[in-house]
């Protein structure tokens, strides 16, 4: 009688490189990789390198008021973002900040440039500070990142199934809400 190998856990799921073609960002992780082979003294290169092979829903875009938030304390560092800044109408004065990031939207740039800060790459990071001095590598978590563009939100726990998920045939999608106050579960289909 022979013995029953379970193989359902052998396949690793870590990315090694991005899936991304984009040849900056391939060119970037080149840098990093090398950066982080070689440097010794802390694992700065090691998470900005890991963090640049993450997809684009694991990196969501950081808000200018989040970082004017935490940088009012640390006004002399660099903020380092693996990812995208984007404006916030909600702050009305942005202080004068030295950000670092892979995209700065046109209007979160101009209110920076216009506040007298500056707006680095990574390359230029890496020139100034290979093994991250004074700098503060910020992140959205993901449980307060926005819900993706299909799900509706409000109040209520939202999920989007699929009718037909064994065929390659178009299906409807179903959404099912779950109302705390209720012990029942709307069900609708959308064609």
């Known amino acids: 009688m022979g013995i029953d190998i ?4 052998d396949r690793k799921v ?13 060119l970037l992780v080149k840098l990093y990789r090398f950066l982080s082979r070689r440097t010794t003294g802390g694992n700065f290169n090691q998470v900005i ?8 829903q694991n990196r969501p875009a950081l ?4 970082i ?12 380092v973002v693996v990812g995208t800044v984007t404006d916030d109408n909600r702050i ?12 700065v939207t046109e209007g979160a740039r101009t209110r920076i440039i216009k506040a007298g800060g500056t707006i680095i790459t990574f390359e230029q990071l890496a020139v100034e500070s290979p093994l991250g001095q ?5 992140q959205v978590t993901l449980s307060i990142a926005p819900l993706p563009s299909g799900c509706l939100d409000n109040g209520n726990f939202v999920t989007l199934g699929r009718l037909d998920a064994s065929s390659r045939k178009r299906a409807p999608y179903l959404i099912f809400f779950s109302c705390p106050s209720s012990k029942f579960v709307c069900r609708f289909s959308i064609p």
Do not use: G, W
């Open 6 to 9: 379970v193989h359902k856990k």
């Open 14 to 26: 870590h990315r090694k490189e991005p899936k991304s073609q984009n040849v900056y960002l391939r």
């Open 49 to 56: 390198l890991k963090r640049l092979f993450m997809s684009r």
């Open 63 to 66: 808000s200018l008021a989040r």
């Open 68 to 79: 004017v938030r935490q940088m009012k304390s640390r006004p002399d560092k660099t903020v």
């Open 92 to 103: 009305f004065e942005v202080p004068k900040l030295k950000i670092c990031a892979l995209r």
């Open 134 to 138: 004074n700098t503060v590598l910020l």
